[in-house]
Structures are given as structure tokens and as C-alpha cells.
């Protein structure tokens, strides 16, 4: 199976499992999108209205930052992934729960899996508890860490979410100042896989 079809395939075991939380208040479920190649993997938090409606993520206003933002380092938003930890809209567009956050879990693991990413950009502070837990935003932004996911090694580049930037310039300067690093975290991820893959290999 290729990547496309395997990604189908994770679709339609969610769609078809009763068990995940918050389906009754939501439209439609909301699956990630984008290059199934891309080596950057950006998670939100969950849907909102406009994607609840369109069934896609991101393409209400936060997410037209996030595309004009991805556009200054000369990146395409299809040349991306872009996905949620929670993939149905929390009613009146609360705050996800743990337990909701934990019951998707599987399927964004799968996901990010299938996906192989070299970076996770994480949107705001529920995305980044789920690889970092216990750090704070504010501290962290725009600093990559290495972390071991599931067995591999993968570079978490912790963000605010697109939608606190709109409120406040603030945020929304350090929120483009830490975009504009990620082509340079992305080579040295990259550049350090390919160092670990030689060590690897002079072990042999
Ligand atoms: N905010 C998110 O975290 N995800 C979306 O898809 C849209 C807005």
C-alpha cells in the first residue's frame, strides 16, 4: 500500500469508529491534508467552524495566516501536511479535553507514522503538550527539540497557534519570527539524520 492509500485507509477507520469522542455535535470529521511526503508535519488543536463546515483543516482564518505565513519561507501549504490532535469540532469551539486529546491519539500517531516527517511544527499549547507535556509556550517557542516518538528520533519545533497571533501583535511577531527559522532547523534535522544513518551504518 502506498502512503495515499494507507492515509484512505486510517480515514475510514475513523469515520467508522463510534468510540471517538465529540461526533455528535460535529459535521463531518476532519482528516489531515497535504504532501504525503512533506517533511514538515504541522499539528493544530481542532477544528473550528469553517473546517467543521468544509470538512478540512485549517481554512478558516487561522489557517490563511498559516498559508501566508508558510508563503514567506517559500513554502506552499501543499507542500506541507497539515493536521489536527482532535478531529472533530469541540462544541461552541471549546477547549479540547485530555480525554479527547488521548482518544485520538492512535490515529494521529498512525498518521504522523504513515507520514514520516523530519519536523513537527506544533500549533499552540495542546498540540505541544502531547510531544513536549509539562512545557510552556511562551518558553519554548520557536526552539526546536529532538525527542524519541514511538522509537524514532524526530525535531518538535514548538509554535504559537495562528489564532493567538490574530489577537495579539505580539504573538504574531515572535509567531513569523519562529517560521522564518524553520528552513534552517529543517537542514539540521535533516543533516543529522543522514550523520546517524552513516553512524549506523559504520556499526555494521
Ligand atoms: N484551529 C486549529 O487548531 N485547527 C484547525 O484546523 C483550525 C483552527
Redesign the pocket.
Known amino acids: 500500500m502506498d502512503k495515499v492509500e494507507e492515509l484512505q485507509k486510517l480515514k475510514k477507520e475513523m469515520e467508522e469508529d463510534k468510540s471517538l469522542p465529540l461526533r455528535e455535535g460535529a459535521t463531518q470529521l476532519?482528516f489531515g491534508e497535504g504532501n504525503p511526503d512533506a517533511e514538515i508535519y504541522c499539528a493544530?488543536?481542532?477544528?473550528?467552524y469553517h473546517?467543521d463546515q468544509q470538512g478540512r483543516?485549517?481554512v478558516?482564518q487561522?489557517?490563511q495566516l498559516l498559508n501566508r505565513t508558510l508563503g514567506t519561507i517559500g513554502l506552499k501549504r501543499e507542500d506541507v501536511y497539515i493536521s489536527?490532535v482532535v478531529r472533530f469540532r469541540p462544541p461552541s469551539n471549546r477547549d479540547p479535553q485530555p480525554t479527547e486529546i488521548a482518544a485520538f491519539q492512535p490515529y494521529v500517531d498512525r498518521e504522523i507514522k504513515i507520514i514520516d516527517p523530519k519536523v513537527i511544527v506544533t500549533?499552540?499549547r495542546f498540540s505541544m503538550n502531547k510531544f513536549l507535556p509539562g512545557e510552556m509556550i511562551s518558553r519554548v517557542h520557536g526552539r526546536p527539540r529532538k525527542v524519541t516518538w514511538h522509537g524514532c528520533g524526530v525535531t518538535i519545533v514548538p509554535m504559537y497557534?495562528p489564532?493567538a497571533a490574530l489577537r495579539s501583535p505580539q504573538v504574531m511577531q515572535e509567531f513569523q519570527e519562529d517560521f522564518k527559522k524553520l528552513p534552517q532547523i529543517l537542514d539540521e534535522a535533516k543533516k543529522e539524520e543522514r550523520e546517524e544513518k552513516r553512524e549506523q551504518m559504520n556499526l555494521l
Open positions: 476532519v493544530g488543536e481542532a477544528p473550528g473546517e483543516p485549517f478558516g487561522a489557517g489536527n500549533l499552540g497557534h489564532a
